[in-house]
């Protein structure tokens, strides 16, 4: 399983940005997802989570903000991304959790800042 994610940048605070992670390989079922960010200096923290149903799980820190979703047919699962802060700013990767192993992506870089 291969894990790509997309659409990070540069953002002003308040602006929006949407990632992507595109799955790839061993993918013959509909597998639960997540986006994680870890800062510099700070531990890797979960942002947002949805299930093979598309349930879905938020931070608090990012809930009202920030949307995850999936598209089956594509493999990839989203993360709409608004009202970003200059907290906001870190390296954001997905996983996918698939028959007792979790996958990781590269991560993509978000920055906010005027």
């Known amino acids: 399983v291969q894990l790509v994610e997309s659409g990070g940048g540069l953002v002003q605070p308040g602006g929006s940005l949407r990632l992507s992670c595109a799955s790839s390989?061993?993918?013959?079922?509909?597998?639960?997802m997540g986006w994680y960010r870890q800062a510099p200096g700070k531990q890797r923290e979960v942002v947002a989570t949805?299930?093979?149903?598309?349930?879905?799980n938020y931070a608090g820190s990012v809930k009202g903000r920030f949307t995850i979703s999936r598209d089956n047919a594509k493999n990839t699962v989203y993360l709409q991304m608004n009202s970003l802060k200059p907290e906001d700013m870190a390296v954001y990767s997905c996983n996918l959790l698939r028959r007792g192993y979790l996958y990781w992506g590269q991560g993509t870089q978000v920055t906010v800042s005027s």
């Open positions: 949805i299930t093979s149903g598309s349930d879905t």
């Open positions: 390989g061993s993918i013959d079922s509909i597998y639960p």
